[in-house]
């Protein structure tokens, strides 16, 4: 399904989605990231790419498990908390942040499917925003097989033409999306043309590139030992920025919270960790397979680019560039990447 809609009536759609959670870019103090939207004629499709990835709709940063209990002394009680949410929709997501939601599915909806995960993946739809320019400096999704205009892991993608948006459903959720609104209009040849004249000119855009991609897994078997790994990482201050805003970072702890002690009452929690921090592999005898910087620079490569390859048959990463922006220290994942491959 094809759809023309003018920029005026986007916040009518929008308001059309009344049965929905619907979030969308906002800026707040310089920095664009997902907020609810309450008013739904004051959405701007202007941003950059947000500062978060939209993961922590699917994933939250912290998320209890179950409840547990033992009421004077007697038998455990275990209670569990698999969420039930209201259906969402996150508005303006780039199709990076598209491509690693189906990067992020086959791990929590594989072979074994973690049922948290799944239960609000279920209900939340990605409406699109293809990147007419992109929208960092240090993009480089076209180096990983991704496209400003991919339609990857999304239900509908825009594109916005000079005098609006082309809006293409994708799924049956993204044709309901559409449904719901009585603003569209039917896709003229002449925005038929210049839909893909956009798309061309956003493909031709100047962009940051891999060229060493496929020899990456080898080199990255072959430099395991490198000491190149601690010179890159000498500059690390382990804070796991480069993880937390990845969207397809997903490690994390578990950790059970005592809220009483008489009677006995807690709860399971799953909050977000990182390859980045220095306990991340403590062992409780005290040994730490990964004992320095360089060790979890080298991991973090590697889970992107060799691990997940082999285990799923693509790259983790979707060419976002959030790592390399916003890293306090400047360590740049492209210059690590030539690195490792330079003879």
Aim: charge should be negative; include cysteine.
């Amino acid at each position: 399904m094809e759809k023309a809609l003018k920029k005026e009536q986007l916040g009518s759609w929008l308001g059309a989605l009344d049965s929905y959670e619907v979030h969308a870019p906002a800026l707040e103090d310089g920095v664009w990231n997902y907020q609810p939207v309450t008013d739904p004629a004051a959405v701007t499709l202007e941003h950059d790419n947000t500062i978060s990835p939209p993961k922590g709709f699917m994933l939250p940063q912290r998320e209890v498990l179950f409840r547990f209990s033992q009421p004077n002394g007697g038998a455990p009680v275990v209670t569990p908390t698999v969420p039930d949410p209201k259906p969402t929709v996150v508005v303006g997501v780039r199709p990076c942040d598209g491509r690693s939601r189906v990067r992020n599915d086959k791990v929590f909806k594989g072979a074994q499917t973690d049922v948290y995960y799944a239960s609000r993946a279920d209900t939340v739809a990605y409406v699109g925003l293809a990147c007419n320019s992109p929208p960092s400096e240090n993009c480089f999704c076209q180096s990983l097989g991704g496209s400003p205009c991919s339609e990857e892991g999304l239900d509908v993608l825009m594109t916005e033409l000079k005098d609006g948006y082309h809006v293409k459903a994708l799924t049956p959720t993204g044709e309901a999306l559409v449904g719901k609104g009585t603003c569209f209009s039917d896709v003229s040849e002449a925005q038929h043309r210049e839909l893909a004249v956009v798309h061309a000119r956003a493909l031709d855009e100047p962009h940051r590139a891999v060229t060493n991609l496929g020899s990456l897994p080898l080199a990255l078997k072959k430099n395991f030992d490198s000491p190149a790994w601690g010179e890159m990482a000498k500059a690390c201050i382990g804070c796991g920025v480069c993880t937390y805003l990845c969207p397809t970072c997903h490690c994390f702890d578990l950790s059970d919270e005592v809220t009483s002690r008489s009677p006995l009452k807690g709860e399971r929690v799953r909050t977000w960790d990182t390859c980045q921090f220095a306990d991340f592999t403590m062992h409780t005898s005290g040994h730490n397979p990964r004992p320095d910087a360089g060790s979890r620079l080298r991991q973090r490569i590697a889970h992107k680019f060799l691990y997940f390859h082999e285990n799923h048959g693509t790259q983790q990463c979707t060419g976002c560039g959030r790592c390399i922006t916003h890293c306090p220290v400047g360590i740049d994942i492209l210059a690590v990447m030539e690195r490792v491959t330079q003879p």
